[in-house]
């Protein structure tokens, strides 16, 4: 890896199956000012496919070396000098590029380094009541079932929108899994930190690879891994609707239900955590807020409480908002402001981008209120704090609920919560004063990721 | 008209015909009634100039506009030259790989024929390829020119060649439409053809597409095999970036010398990599004077870059047989001094025109 100096660009390598790799002509990274920050090593095609065959030569990380493993690199990735960065460094980088604001970046490198500690026994509690987790394991006597992986090697097309989206792979690595991750090029840095941390802690070169590629590259890794986790648009969820070794991570489209029963303003402050913590970029962000009653007095105090955060630049401690590329800004400012027609507007109405000067802009908050819970801008999900507040009653039911990765439920309605957990398209469900963007290590994000990867196989041991 | 002056374009490629004066002769025999195409005949009012006056040797070439979009159209016959008489027939018909849109048809007459693989076996005999020895050639046929090229290259050796025929247009269409499994299973359906060859005979060498070196990488038998009795590797037909070049020459195949091959139907040749480069070194195509001239361009202004700067390629064909002045390749390059003897640029790190990464997809927060 590349020492930082002074002189020379920083250099984000591929970290392959022989150690760190750079090619002939690095792409740029550039912050959101588009200035440029870094050079990244786009790996090719060729690179990718013997990179994952590897991989596949490669045995799992001994079951023994897991807590140490996992527990050193926590504390390297949440501390420590990793590639040449101190965390202060990785972080303002960070920052500068994705326009995370600061505060979030930071609070996510503890939240990771928490999830790398706890990934095996997060991995273990998605195991199955009557699978034993190996032969050695006695359970096995009882229940004549192993819990055994689907495959081998484990691909991850990852996003950018927030530093957080690496916490899901670490248990595929600890439930044995071989790992390769596409990094965001927008935003490699948390990747290639997470992968050189783990390294450093003594996962070894062929079981886990950092494989930064372009868009085309990309497909290979994703075709070449036995199974695959690819974030996206609604283009990809469709896209791999009907691949069964591929799991798709779309728009989460979170929303709150507020019922006639609930004051929300008991609440208001878990409302604005809901639409803008984490920057309000992340899929567990609030997206609509369905309101039993008149959603108009809501309306309007989360748009007073949203209108007084600052717009700053995103490595500023006191940011809290996301900045991007003016050109994008205005890109996002437009398209907001066609989708939103019909509806009234409570904060945002004349657009959201906030020039800083320098070529970025802050995305700023947008308040919208639409006439019915099945307006069709409840599905439009943003990357900023950017919500649509509707009336619901009885009358809508379910429907306009539907699709929803957290759905955090302020009701009383016992009745409720019970269709709430029944209903196959709602992911998860928060009751009472929860932020949608909850997550703790060992609580499924999107069900557990094992239930992917894994499979419970019989297994009978009779007298031989 | 002084047929003396002409006989320069009869002069083969290592003949020492001035590139200037093969110029001058190729406008009198492209633009003289009794001896210029119909196609030609039919533009030189339109040009806006006299190329028989005005174009005074390779610079000059400059001066035409790229004409080639109307390849797509054109009657095949209206492109043969007069000169070679009433009954001349083109010993081939060839045809773009439709990239951008309908295919642009080409004839090749035979004496170009001849020059064209000419100095292809010339190049490579400088490549130590060796005489007799057995081909593989999975490549393009019918009416692509690459197949033709690398079938009469071994031939020219005195080898056997043995072919695997394949279809990029289907390929593309495929892609095209997402048909990822269907490109796939083409692909694999290559690879046992080439297998079988590869396994039950002694392949000397193997010239094939670089996605097609890039699948055989990854089968360890194929790998095997090929490093442990072929003799060279020619790859062409599609762009290979220096990374996968260096790892295709250092990692997988690190016994057999792997060696590129420029080229494409407006060149109506193919160029093949200057002799002697390491893998860590940029690949250069150098010219092929008199016949091929190369110019590497700002894209916007169409002034030559620097030496050592991306641009995009400029080609012109030269010859007897055809006149393909200026035409503007979807292709890439740095620009780089040629080789002792060849007028234009020689190209190095060829690449296809980047394409423009959509932002354009907005919802979602990924």
């Known amino acids: 890896m ?40 786009l790996v090719p095609p060729l690179y990718v496919a013997r990179a994952i065959g590897a991989l596949r030569q490669a045995p799992p990380i001994a079951a023994a070396d897991l807590d140490t493993v996992f527990a050193t690199a926590g504390e390297a990735f949440a501390a420590g000098t990793v590639g ?21 970046v930071r609070a996510a490198t503890r939240g990771t380094a928490r999830f790398v500690r706890h990934a095996a026994s997060s991995a273990d509690r998605g195991r199955p009541r009557g699978a034993a987790s190996d032969l050695s394991d006695p359970v096995l006597h009882e229940t004549h079932t192993v819990w055994a992986r689907q495959g081998d090697v484990f691909a991850v ?3 950018g929108n927030h530093p957080g989206v690496h916490r899901g792979w670490l248990e595929a690595l600890a439930l044995g899994y071989r790992v390769a991750v596409r990094p965001s090029r927008r935003e490699p840095f948390t990747a290639h930190r997470l992968v050189a941390a783990l390294r450093q802690a003594g996962i070894r070169d062929d079981q886990l690879m950092l494989l930064p590629t372009d868009h085309a590259a990309a497909g290979t890794l994703v075709h070449g891994a036995d199974r695959a986790v690819v974030y996206g648009g609604d283009d990809v969820v469709t896209k791999y609707a009907h691949d069964t070794k591929v799991l798709p991570q779309g728009p989460g489209r979170s929303k709150i239900l507020i019922t006639a029963d609930t004051d929300w303003r008991d609440h208001l402050d878990a409302l604005v955590a809901s639409v803008a913590d984490e920057g309000g970029t992340a899929c567990v962000n609030a997206t609509a807020i369905l309101v039993e009653g008149d959603p108009a007095p809501l309306a309007e105090a989360l748009a007073a409480r949203l209108t007084v955060l600052p717009s700053l630049p995103p490595q500023d401690e006191r940011a809290r908002l996301p900045v991007c590329p003016q050109q994008r800004a205005r890109a996002l400012s437009a398209y907001l402001k066609t989708v939103a027609a019909g509806t009234r507007a409570w904060l945002g109405g004349d657009g959201i981008a906030d020039d800083l000067g320098d070529g970025s802009a802050v995305l700023r908050p947008a308040v919208h209120q639409t006439a019915s819970a099945r307006a069709p801008q409840l599905r439009t999900e943003l990357p900023f704090p950017c919500v649509w507040i509707a009336p619901w009653t009885r009358a809508d039911g379910m429907a306009p609920l539907r699709d929803t990765l957290v759905l955090s439920a302020l009701t009383r309605d016992r009745g409720l919560w019970e269709s709430l957990i029944a209903e196959p398209s709602i992911a998860n469900v928060y009751f009472g004063d929860q932020p949608t963007h909850w997550m703790a290590p060992g609580v499924p994000h999107d069900s557990y990721l094992s239930d992917f990867l894994m499979r419970s196989k019989a297994v009978y041991e009779g007298p031989s | 008209m002084p047929i003396g002056s002409l006989t320069v374009l009869d002069a083969g490629p290592f003949d020492g015909v001035d590139p200037d004066e093969h110029v001058r002769a190729a406008m009198q025999w492209h633009f003289t009634p009794e001896t210029g195409s119909r196609y030609w005949l039919e533009r030189v009012d339109r040009l806006g100039f006299d190329p028989c006056r005005d174009v005074k040797g390779v610079a000059d070439l400059a001066l035409f506009p790229d004409l080639t979009d109307e390849l797509r159209d054109v009657r095949v016959t209206d492109l043969v030259p007069r000169g070679y008489g009433s009954q001349a027939r083109p010993l081939h018909v060839f045809e773009s790989g439709g990239t951008t849109g309908a295919p642009k048809r080409v004839v090749q007459m035979d004496d170009w024929a001849r020059h064209g693989s000419e100095q292809v076996a010339r190049r490579l005999r400088d490549h130590g390829l060796p005489v007799g020895a057995l081909w593989l050639t999975v490549a393009p046929t019918g009416p692509h020119l690459v197949g033709e090229v690398l079938q009469r290259a071994a031939a020219s050796l005195g080898s056997p060649g043995l072919g695997v025929d394949m279809d990029p247009r289907w390929v593309k269409k495929l892609v095209a439409a997402g048909r990822r499994d269907e490109v796939d299973a083409y692909t694999d359906h290559l690879v046992d053809q080439c297998r079988r060859i590869l396994l039950g005979q002694d392949i000397g060498v193997i010239a094939a597409t670089t996605p097609m070196l890039e699948r055989f990488a990854r089968d360890s038998d194929l790998v095997e095999v090929i490093n442990g009795s072929a003799q060279a590797i020619i790859w062409g037909g599609t762009h290979m970036d220096p990374d996968t070049r260096d790892l295709l020459q250092t990692e997988v195949f690190p016994d057999v010398p792997v060696i590129g091959m420029y080229g494409n139907t407006m060149m109506l040749t193919a160029l093949l990599e200057r002799v002697g480069l390491a893998a860590s070194e940029p690949c250069v195509f150098d010219p092929v004077s008199p016949y091929v001239f190369l110019s590497v361009v700002d894209p916007d202004t169409g002034q030559p870059v620097a030496e050592g700067e991306r641009g995009q390629v400029v080609v012109s064909h030269v010859s007897k047989s055809m006149l393909i002045p200026n035409n503007r390749e979807r292709d890439t390059a740095l620009r780089v001094r040629p080789a002792e003897g060849h007028a234009g640029d020689a190209v190095a790190d060829v690449a296809p025109v980047p394409a423009v990464a959509g932002e354009t997809v907005i919802e979602g927060v990924y």
């Open chain 1, 2 to 41: 590349a020492p930082v100096s002074t002189t020379e660009p920083l250099h984000l390598d591929a970290l392959g199956p022989r150690g760190a790799y750079r090619t002939r002509v690095p792409s740029t990274v550039t912050d959101v000012s588009g200035a440029p920050i870094a050079r990244l090593s």
């Open chain 1, 157 to 159: 097309n990852a996003s």
């Open chain 1, 84 to 104: 040449g960065l101190s965390v202060r460094e990785y972080e303002r980088l960070v920052s500068r590029t994705s326009g995370t604001p600061l505060a979030v």
